[in-house]
């Protein structure tokens, strides 16, 4: 089925620093090492986790040299911490307990013709898959399997999103290639990062004290939620920004998620559907320096939060939009997950079991992954606002970054690391062991034994400034 590597240690980094209009000089800052043979599977999951990191600390770092007015700092990428954040809920234990994952209606079904992939997680979207479904909420997994094993995937794919549920036919990489979401995603780079609109330069304060946090001072809002968006503003927040999460009191949000990715932000409620929580919003809005999103694109329309209407309203903003299979498109105002493109882009049949059935990568390593290139845009774009002036939006979307994995890492991969030929020598060889690159964190949640964070250059905090609080609690006004 295909050779099981990792990659040459800095190709995947040099495309994600050019995606990102990074100085190709700058990446000469960057020493890599650690155990080798991580997160092994068919497609270079490991090359994509490192080099996501290494663009992401390597922005931190510019935007800190251009903040210090010294040189920019040199950059230290482990593949061992990186491998350990990428499976950082894995490794979370709250009291000792570990946390939920996938619930019993997320997972590979078999139909007439194929295999379907279901998220049901959210109490919501169960209930969106059971109702599409035409089944009762009582319903158990087996009585699923049996409805499911009658119908074609595709028609259950159509059937669920009309919906407003999740679930995804598997597909061959040809099959998505030639479907026209998969030509939509294929006609856009792996990111896009470009002037949204006119504002001065906004100067950035001197850094003072130790660490060294490139993101101090500067204000977040987190519009996001489950893992990619939450893993950027979590590294924001690690950096030293104030970093303010907004859920809408409706919308149920898994505490287990937010103990993960919670980590030195805060978190608030509030319904931009009432007066009320408008003004409050226009209130943090007006003071902000960041606006990130991670819901389905148009989702925020209706509330005059578009990208434009947000530059408009604070010049200088710089404003990400996350999404699950990009801007354009017919599925591009759909709902999606990182295991969901993993089966619709056919990451789940080139990763399949001997006898046929859907695999997955070792990690849900396209959310990781685009958490930390959304962060290292973030950081480019404050760099370049502080030099140039202006807005800037920055766009990712997950379908981009499996088909980054799928088509450019892996044709890097074969450049660096040819089929067997041995890869680079770690530079600090030896067993992994996760342990060393956990910590335990006391908070008002319990007692935590988490991920330390990956991102790392000379001066850098080892690890968060505070620990993540009871999701939605917090008073929705900056410190």
């Not at 040299?65 to 709250?94: I, K, M, N, Q, W």
């Not at 009762?136 to 995937?153: D, I, W």
């Not at 849900?364 to 370049?384: C, I, K, P, S, W």
Request: hydrophobic content about 40%.
């Amino acid at each position: 089925m295909g050779q099981r590597h990792g990659g040459g240690r800095g190709g995947g980094t040099d495309l994600a620093w050019a995606a990102l209009a990074g100085d190709p000089a700058l990446t000469q800052r960057i020493t890599y090492g650690g155990p080798p043979d991580l997160l092994p599977a068919r497609l270079p999951v490991m090359s994509l986790a490192r080099s996501t990191v290494a663009v992401c600390a390597l922005a931190a770092a510019e935007l800190t040299a251009r903040r210090t007015g010294g040189p920019v700092p040199a950059v230290r990428v482990d593949d061992g911490a990186v491998a350990t954040a990428f499976v950082s809920e894995r490794h979370l234990r709250v009291d000792g307990r570990a946390c939920s994952a996938f619930a019993p209606l997320s997972r590979f079904w078999r139909t007439a013709d194929g295999w379907v992939r279901t998220h049901a997680n959210y109490p919501h979207h169960r209930a969106r898959l059971l109702r599409a479904l035409g089944l009762p909420e009582t319903v158990e997994a087996a009585g699923v399997e049996t409805e499911l094993s009658g119908r074609r995937a595709e028609e259950i794919e159509e059937t669920v999103c009309a919906a407003g549920g999740l679930a995804v036919a598997a597909r061959t990489p040809e099959a998505w290639t030639a479907h026209p979401q998969g030509a939509a995603v294929a006609a856009h780079p792996l990111l896009t990062l470009a002037p949204l609109g006119d504002a001065s330069a906004r100067p950035l304060p001197p850094l003072v004290g130790t660490p060294t946090l490139p993101a101090a001072g500067l204000r977040v809002l987190d519009l996001t939620r489950v893992i990619a968006g939450p893993v950027a503003t979590r590294t924001l927040a690690l950096l030293g920004a104030d970093v303010l999460r907004i859920d809408a009191p409706q919308l149920p949000e898994s505490q287990d998620a937010h103990s993960d990715t919670g980590f030195g932000k805060r978190s608030a409620a509030l319904d931009l559907g009432s007066p009320a929580g408008r003004a409050t919003f226009a209130e943090l809005l007006s003071r902000a320096d960041v606006v990130v999103t991670g819901y389905r694109p148009g989702a925020l329309d209706r509330f005059g939060l578009t990208p434009e209407a947000l530059a408009a309203r604070r010049p200088g903003l710089v404003v990400v939009r996350l999404s699950a299979w990009g801007d354009d498109g017919p599925w591009g105002g759909r709902r999606g997950f990182d295991s969901v493109v993993q089966v619709a882009t056919g990451i789940a049949d080139l990763e399949a079991d001997a006898d046929g059935t859907p695999g997955a990568l070792p990690a849900q390593a396209l959310d990781h992954g685009t958490g930390y290139l959304l962060a290292a845009a973030v950081f480019r774009a404050l760099t370049e606002q502080s030099r140039t002036g202006g807005s800037f939006l920055a766009t990712l979307a997950l379908a981009r970054t499996a088909r980054w994995l799928m088509h450019d890492l892996a044709a890097d991969g074969e450049r660096h690391t040819a089929p067997g030929t041995p890869g680079p020598e770690p530079e600090t060889p030896g067993a992994y062991d996760p342990a060393h690159h956990l910590r335990e964190t006391d908070g008002t949640l319990g007692l935590l034994r988490h991920a330390l964070p990956p991102v790392s250059f000379d001066g850098a905090p080892a690890t968060w400034a505070t620990p993540p609080g009871h999701c939605g609690t917090d008073a929705p006004v900056w410190r």
